[in-house]
């Protein structure tokens, strides 16, 4: 599964179920789906996952804001029952603006939270227990919370691409899901950083899953002014604008790969030069239907190369 895809989430489910077959036929080996205020992620990914057998299926990513170890192990722990060893749970800091203003807690302390959120966590994925007291959030079993066929243990990944996320990911988490992080972030900054903490923590080494915004196109130009106008909403938060520019870009579009079947290729292939063990494109459809299926064409030949 070493290439992917995100799939939009404005579709309905049998539409979703559709774009998830037809990625899986051209070779890909995984779809990914973001959690925002609409579809529950896990759900949509565990009905995808069973209606495409073969195809891996994962979140990214959920936000540790709102949400509590127990719930996220049960929703993990249940897309893994349903698609038979094949989901990838992928946790996310969240944002202050769109926590205060969705929930209305405080986003405060994020990366206190992401280590005891993947403290409780993580035994609860392993042996369907935990007994976790901490500052921020307490987590125990009074029930069991094993569920039957959920095996192996749902890998955990983050959304990580700041030293101190990449610090704890390292140390608990089983990899990372770096967005608009181009190849020198992730070769100079991302890559190291993460791969030393899990070294000094005993694990092993994290999987580092790139998401690229990526088209095929023969109307590169067309294709690029759409990326710079929806991409640009990234480009509100700090965590995004740092990482853009350690990227040496001052765009969000700039990051995209955008082009012939070579110029998109060639950039892959830099992303796994870099330190990439996956590459999932995002954005496909932000040229044509036609486009896209270009797009998940090349993906599928390279996923073998």
């Known amino acids: 599964m070493t290439t992917g895809a995100a799939l939009p989430l404005h579709n309905g489910i049998d539409a979703t179920v559709q774009l998830a077959r037809e990625a899986h036929e051209a070779g890909l080996g995984s779809a ?8 529950d992620s896990p759900s949509l990914a565990a009905i995808v996952g069973r209606e495409v057998p073969g195809l891996h299926v994962g979140t990214a990513a959920i936000p540790v804001f709102g949400r509590h170890p127990l719930v996220v192990s049960s929703q993990a722990q249940t897309a893994q029952a349903a698609t038979a060893g094949r ?10 603006q769109l926590t205060e203003a969705g929930f ?22 392993e042996t369907g227990s935990t007994d976790f007291r901490g500052e921020l959030l ?35 988490a089983d990899g990372i899901l770096p967005y608009l992080a181009g190849p020198r972030a992730l070769a100079e900054h991302i890559v190291p950083a993460v ?23 023969a109307d590169a130009e067309a294709v690029r002014r759409t990326a710079t106008e929806t991409l640009a909403f990234y480009e509100r938060f700090p ?28 950039g892959v292939r830099r992303y796994r030069e870099a330190g990439a063990t996956e590459v999932v494109f995002t954005a496909t459809d932000l040229g044509s239907d036609a486009d896209r299926h270009c797009t998940w064409k090349l993906l599928g030949e390279l996923a073998t190369d």
């Open 138 to 172: 307490s987590a125990g079993t009074p029930l069991p919370a094993a569920v039957p066929g959920a095996e192996p243990p749902v890998p955990v990944l983050v959304a990580a691409m700041g030293p101190q996320a990449l610090r704890v990911s390292g140390e608990l």
């Open 87 to 96: 989901y990838h749970l992928g946790l996310a800091l969240g944002t202050k």
């Open 239 to 266: 965590s995004y604008q740092r990482v853009i520019e350690l990227s040496g870009a001052t765009r969000a579009a700039d990051l995209a790969l955008i082009g012939d079947e070579e110029t998109v290729a060639a």
């Open 195 to 217: 791969h030393a903490a899990a070294e000094a923590a005993g694990r092993p080494a994290p999987r580092i899953v790139a998401f690229v915004p990526g088209v095929v196109t």
């Open 32 to 39: 990914w789906f973001g959690q925002t205020f609409t579809y």
């Open 104 to 125: 209305g807690i405080p986003h405060d302390r994020p990366i206190r939270l992401l280590r005891e959120f993947l403290t409780a966590l993580r035994p609860l994925l």
